[in-house]
Nanobody, 121 residues
């Protein structure tokens, strides 16, 4: 069974940077990708970045060019480097592990507790 613990959130001014970490404990050979999601109250949870076991990455248009997802397999940790932060990036950020689903999609199977990111002056 896999458990995920996010950290690294906080309050940052617009234009600033944060690096989120997702510590992964346990193992699940069916997980094919790790993703970072975010959710603001009253809004749907949004997938902002994912990285496959093969190292391929993809990003939501709203964060492309500003956020970078990476992983350190030796430390069993997935990171989200967030630069040039905007007030609209304010949300609770979650990581998750995904199994391969149909039509190239993923089935996200295990949520962490989330970490709050607030971008405000």
């Amino acid at each position: 069974q896999v458990e995920l613990v996010e950290s690294g959130g906080g309050l940052v001014q617009p234009g600033g940077s944060l690096r989120l970490s997702c510590a992964v404990s346990g193992s699940d050979n069916t997980i094919a990708a790790m993703g970072w999601f975010r959710q603001d109250p009253g809004k749907q949870r949004e997938l902002v970045a994912l990285i496959t076991n093969g190292g391929s990455t993809s990003y939501a248009d709203s964060v492309k060019g500003r956020f970078t997802i990476s992983r350190d397999t030796g430390k069993n940790t997935v990171y989200l480097q967030m630069n040039r932060l905007k007030p609209e990036d304010t949300a609770v950020y979650y990581c998750n592990g995904g199994r391969t689903g149909t039509s190239g999609s993923y089935v996200w199977i295990v949520w962490g507790q989330g970490t709050q990111v607030t971008v405000s002056s």
